[in-house]
Nanobody, 112 residues
Framework: VQLQASGGGLVQAGGSQRLTCAAP????????IAWHRQAPGKQRELVAS???????NYRDSVEGRFIISRDNVKNMVYLQMNSLRSEDTAVYYC???????WGQGTQVTVSS
């Protein structure tokens, strides 16, 4: 099973981008979905997560700038990224951490 991340691209610093994770899972509404990112030469890191009940969690560096949300009808999770910085440049992945499912990643490049 693969999740499908999309929405990446090139954006100027200070701009916004919205990523989408499509999760064609029958159990979607019951599971936590997370976004991770990996910058060149760095380890993959957790960016944000959202539980089945809508509880969210963010890493400190994106708190107040990024918003994770979900649509349990469309089986989608979104990551709205605002006030983007060059250090947000990375490949972004979505995953279902409890099931071990991953998407293929989408590149976000923030130009300064």
């Amino acid at each position: 099973v693969q999740l499908q991340a999309s929405g990446g691209g090139l954006v100027q610093a200070g701009g916004s981008q919205r990523l989408t994770c499509a999760a064609p899972l029958s159990i979607f509404r019951f599971i936590t979905i997370a976004w991770h990112r990996q910058a060149p030469g760095k380890q993959r890191e957790l960016v944000a997560s959202i539980t089945s009940t809508g509880r969210t969690n963010y890493r400190d560096s994106v708190e107040g700038r990024f918003i994770i949300s979900r649509d349990n009808v469309k089986n989608m999770v979104y990551l709205q990224m605002n006030s983007l910085r060059s250090e947000d440049t990375a490949v972004y992945y979505c995953n279902a951490p409890e099931q071990g499912y991953w998407g293929q990643g989408t590149q976000v490049t923030v130009s300064s």
